[in-house]
């Protein structure tokens, strides 16, 4: 009988690149089809829908994946700021630190000798000490931060393939109508893949999740097409 224990490999960073794919693209196709949606309802010609949706797919691309790098490395700095701090505070204040391990447990149940024995057993190793307080104190774990230029790029990445798939059937000179349709569809069917995936990531019924997150990306298109046409050329004539 095979009793040597079951691995479990967990990679810390793989939900974070998902978390970062999964909003790249849910916001890339929404918001670019929602763009076309607007345009053709605007009764513009192809090439202008085009033009501003690949405009739309590279500023987007930009902004967010700029905007993640900044709130990412954010993190990890403030993180890096605590840990210094509590660093400092076990090295020249040790026995407050020792008391404020002995609250955390004493606030999950333990006392006596049990309680002894685990402050002992944690301050006795600096960086066990230090995880402890950065974990248990403020509620910080390294590996829950990602790279900043790697959520960057894969949020980045991730926007542009998924907001081009409402601006390919524009790109294949159709009439814009059926255009519109064939993008609404493709989008439709990569919305509920996206909202599957999310859901699947924070233990939800994945089809809920995928409904959810079609439903949600319809509306924004049809609002699009509607605020487009009530402007469109034809109606403002």
Same mark, same amino acid.
């Given at each position: 009988?095979?009793?040597?224990?079951? +691995?479990?490999?967990?990679?810390? /960073?793989?939900?974070?690149?998902?978390?970062?794919?999964?909003?790249?693209?849910?916001?890339?196709?929404?918001?670019?089809? !929602?763009?076309? !949606?607007?345009?053709?309802g605007? !009764?513009?010609?192809? %090439?202008?829908?085009?033009?501003?949706?690949?405009?739309?797919?590279?500023?987007?691309?930009i902004?967010?994946?700029?905007?993640?790098?900044?709130?990412? &490395?954010?993190?990890?700095e403030?993180?890096? @700021?605590? $840990?210094? &701090?509590?660093?400092?505070?076990? &090295? /020249?204040?040790? +026995?407050?630190?020792?008391?404020?391990?002995?609250?955390?447990?004493?606030?999950?149940?333990?006392?006596?000798?049990?309680?002894? $024995?685990?402050?002992?057993?944690?301050?006795?190793?600096? +960086?066990?000490w230090?995880?402890?307080?950065?974990?248990?104190?403020?509620?910080?774990v @390294?590996?829950?931060?990602? @790279?900043?230029i790697?959520?960057?790029? %894969?949020i980045?990445?991730?926007?542009?393939?998924a907001?081009?798939?409402?601006v390919i059937?524009?790109?294949?000179?159709?009439?814009? /109508?059926?255009?519109?349709?064939?993008?609404?569809?493709?989008?439709?069917? !990569?919305l509920?893949v996206?909202g599957?995936?999310?859901?699947?990531?924070?233990?939800?019924?994945?089809? +809920?999740?995928?409904?959810?997150?079609?439903?949600?990306?319809?509306?924004?298109?049809?609002?699009?097409?509607?605020?487009?046409?009530?402007?469109?050329i034809?109606?403002?004539?």
């Amino acid at each position: 009988m095979n009793n040597r224990p079951i +691995k479990e490999n967990h990679k810390t /960073n793989t939900g974070g690149i998902i978390r970062e794919v999964v909003f790249g693209a849910n916001d890339g196709m929404v918001s670019t089809l !929602a763009l076309v !949606a607007g345009l053709t309802g605007a !009764a513009l010609s192809n %090439w202008i829908i085009v033009l501003a949706g690949l405009t739309e797919v590279l500023t987007g691309a930009i902004s967010m994946a700029v905007g993640t790098y900044i709130s990412t &490395k954010s993190q990890r700095e403030y993180y890096n @700021k605590e $840990l210094n &701090k509590e660093n400092y505070e076990i &090295k /020249n204040m040790p +026995k407050k630190e020792i008391e404020e391990v002995r609250e955390i447990y004493r606030k999950k149940g333990f006392k006596g000798k049990d309680l002894d $024995l685990i402050v002992k057993t944690i301050t006795a190793s600096k +960086k066990r000490w230090l995880d402890e307080m950065m974990v248990n104190e403020l509620g910080l774990v @390294k590996s829950s931060y990602e @790279k900043p230029i790697n959520a960057g790029l %894969w949020i980045g990445i991730s926007f542009i393939i998924a907001g081009m798939i409402p601006v390919i059937p524009y790109l294949l000179n159709l009439e814009q /109508n059926i255009a519109l349709i064939y993008a609404g569809v493709f989008t439709i069917i !990569a919305l509920f893949v996206v909202g599957a995936v999310k859901g699947n990531l924070s233990a939800r019924i994945w089809w +809920k999740s995928g409904i959810e997150m079609v439903i949600i990306g319809g509306i924004t298109a049809a609002i699009g097409y509607l605020i487009g046409n009530a402007f469109s050329i034809s109606n403002l004539i």
